[in-house]
Nanobody
Framework: QVQLVESGGGLVQPGGSLRLSCAAS????????MGWYRQVPGKQRELVAS???????MYADSVKDRSTISRDNAKNTVNLQMNSLKPEDTAVYYC?????????WGQGTQVTVSS
């Protein structure tokens, strides 16, 4: 069974930065995809950024100029650095990983951007 532990959320002022981290453990084989998603009440969960095992990245248009996703394949971790945060970035952020046989979601970490 795969377990994901997220950290790094919290309250940030507009224009500030934060770094979200996600560590995967358990029965993990060949994580080919790691991603961060976010969700606000009443809306669908949306992709923020993703990265493959080969290092190919994808970003939502709303964050691509101010975010960087990275991963450590040896440690099965994925990080999301977000800068110049805006109130509209407020959401619960979820980590997602995929292997050829399974996928897993983290429990979510709240990010609130407010003065």
């Amino acid at each position: 069974q795969v377990q994901l532990v997220e950290s790094g959320g919290g309250l940030v002022q507009p224009g500030g930065s934060l770094r979200l981290s996600c560590a995967a453990s358990g029965r993990i084989f060949n994580i080919y995809y790691m991603g961060w998603y976010r969700q606000v009440p009443g809306k669908q969960r949306e992709l923020v950024a993703s990265i493959t095992s080969a290092g190919a990245t994808m970003y939502a248009d709303s964050v691509k100029d101010r975010s960087t996703i990275s991963r450590d394949n040896a440690k099965n971790t994925v990080n999301l650095q977000m800068n110049s945060l805006k109130p509209e970035d407020t959401a619960v952020y979820y980590c997602n990983i995929r292997t050829p046989l399974d996928q897993a979601w983290g429990q979510g970490t709240q990010v609130t951007v407010s003065s």
